[in-house]
């Protein structure tokens, strides 16, 4: 890529990041901070003043230390079990190990208040009577609930840094006498750091303001659900502001001393791995003893599915006090497909996400080309930009939209403009909102899925183009693009199903029923009497089904890769 158009790329697209991504968050921390025209520390202090704000921002903070510190003794164990020991069924038993990242948490928050509730299969199975194993304020069950969702992300992590360790440092260790559990702790585990800080970052931020887990387990009690709780007052009470704001510097705070902790003890190696580990081959008794962690955690983890998939076949009133439903009925898929609400969420999803595909597919290969193609010093800062969007919280990003729209729908000299204000006026059409939000969050993946594609296409196809007198947009269309369609179709595949199943930004920027992407479905569904549980779990079902098919898609054409995605 010559450089002028490598500059006139990296500007286009900084200028671009700064309207959709840095605007809003400066939105949400203005709000806070400047008021009636002059700047205040007043509401920032209020908020550490109002027991109320205090609690929920440490009981946030006890569900990301929690739902991390799982997540990791969950995905540590496994991940090197794989890596040592090869053994009968391994590669099956990897691959459900992701099955768990096919449900959204809080759509397996309802199955697993059917299993573990006080009147669930649990206790009925166990013949014990009403005992609460989720915990009296839901604390223990929101915890377990992302941890089992989300050790995956790490998983993927710990088994590609472990592929990226040189076998012989460990074998020098095992020369010198050291023992294999000295080996792991004194070497093993420090050069596997940087992965497990890349994965461990992104389960902590995404799990510090998850709202639909919160809000589907009645844990109240947190910052995310008490930000949901006062949208009402956007416009008119800067305490929402610096709320949000406090939210935002933990999450870059705790970011930043995460990395200073560990992202700076660099240990290195005189190379990555030039040949893989020679995992030890297990037989019988021992292989089934390898096996035996996978299996427990995979069946763990799926509880959370299986109760979503019997409450969606469920007759509504017959699963209780019981280990099965009572009776078994299908006129909840019936209901999911023909309800007004599902109905139209369904198509809303698939137009938002449809559209942020196309604009992430845009913006990503312009990216990707800076960062790969291109010889510019800056082309490093481009990249890192590109990936900041996953290490900001989505409830934050869906915030500072909000604030964002009540600026542009009160300019002065549009606000009697109808089509201006039907346009940006999140309150009566939020489909601007909602595909910038997707677009934005998701812009990471596939920017990680075009510069794997490029890095692994070399460069003399398109010198050979250019020789041959072909344009750079011509060899692009004919030459590059061809050579990377499945790193772009995993990318997209990805963006499609996460920007379909997103969670914050859905939850707090449509507020209008026929706007509503299926997410904000099935949590509206979820507050009805009577059918409406077991419709949301029929939709759910649904989502899980469609999101199962997308990542095994990705999975067979990134391979190992896939874990790149992840990464902050």
């Not at 007759?315 to 309800?339: K, M, R």
């Not at 000299?413 to 346009?423: C, E, N, T």
């Not at 992407?517 to 469609?546: H, N, R, S």
């Amino acid at each position: 890529m010559r450089a002028r158009t490598a500059w006139l790329v990296f500007a286009g697209v900084t200028l671009l990041l700064g309207v959709l991504f840095f605007w809003p968050l400066g939105q949400v921390v203005s709000g806070g901070f400047w008021v009636d025209g002059r700047f205040t520390l007043r509401y920032l202090v209020g908020v550490f003043e109002n027991p109320i704000y205090l609690e929920g921002l440490l009981n946030s903070l006890k569900i990301a230390v929690g739902t991390t510190g799982l997540a990791l003794l969950v995905a540590l164990p496994l991940a090197w079990i794989a890596h040592q020991f090869e053994f009968r069924g391994k590669a099956a038993w990897s691959s459900l190990v992701l099955v768990p990242m096919i449900l959204p948490p809080f759509v397996g928050a309802i199955g697993f208040q059917q299993i573990f509730g006080a009147y669930g299969l649990v206790n009925t199975l166990l013949g014990l009577g009403p005992r609460d194993w989720l915990g009296g304020g839901q604390y223990a069950g929101v915890v377990l609930l992302q941890a089992l969702a989300l050790y995956p992300i790490l998983y993927l992590n710990a088994v590609a840094a472990l592929a990226n360790i040189d076998p012989a440092m460990e074998e020098a260790a095992a020369n010198l006498g050291s023992a294999r559990w000295q080996r792991f702790r004194r070497i093993t585990l420090p050069l596997m750091m940087p992965g497990l800080f890349a994965g461990g970052t992104l389960i902590f931020i995404w799990s510090f303001t998850e709202l639909g887990t919160p809000l589907i387990m009645n844990y109240t009690r947190c910052a995310p659900v008490q930000v949901y709780d006062s949208l009402k007052e956007i416009g008119a009470n800067p305490f929402p502001y610096a709320l949000v704001s406090v939210m935002l510097a933990a999450s870059v705070g705790l970011y930043a001393a995460s990395r200073r902790l560990f992202g700076g003890r660099a240990h290195a190696m005189q190379s990555k791995a030039s040949t893989p580990a020679a995992p030890r081959r297990l037989r019988g008794g021992r292989a089934a003893l390898a096996a035996l962690p996978f299996a427990l955690v995979t069946g763990l983890a799926l509880l959370p599915h299986l109760g979503v998939v019997l409450t969606s076949f469920a007759t509504p009133g017959s699963w209780y006090q019981s280990v099965l439903p009572g009776a078994f009925t299908s006129a909840n898929y019936v209901e999911a497909l023909g309800h007004d609400m599902t109905v139209s969420s369904i198509r809303n999803s698939l137009l938002f996400a449809s559209l942020a595909v196309g604009f992430d597919v845009v913006v990503g290969i312009a990216i990707a080309f800076v960062v790969v193609r291109s010889t510019i010093r800056l082309r490093g800062a481009l990249d890192a930009l590109a990936m900041i969007p996953l290490a900001v919280p989505g409830l934050v990003m869906a915030f500072g939209f909000l604030a964002v729209s009540s600026q542009l729908s009160n300019a002065r000299w549009l606000a009697d403009v109808d089509w201006w204000r039907r346009l940006v006026d999140v309150r009566t059409n939020p489909t601007l909102f909602l595909v910038l939000a997707y677009s934005v969050r998701r812009l990471p993946y596939m920017v990680r899925s075009a510069v794997a594609g490029l890095q692994q296409t070399s460069v003399t196809f398109e010198e050979a183009a250019a020789n041959l007198g072909a344009p750079p947009a011509r060899a692009l269309w004919r030459v590059t693009l061809p050579l990377i369609t499945a790193n772009l179709i995993a990318g997209a595949m990805l963006t499609f199903a996460f920007s379909m199943l997103e969670v914050s930004d859905s939850l707090m920027l449509a507020q209008q029923a026929e706007y509503m992407p299926i997410t904000k479905a099935i949590f509206e569904l979820f507050q009805l009497l009577g059918t409406g549980k077991y419709v949301a779990a029929a939709l759910g079902v649904w989502a899980m089904a469609f999101l199962t098919a997308t990542l095994a898609g990705s999975s067979l054409l990134l391979g190992k890769k896939l874990g790149a995605i992840f990464r902050v």
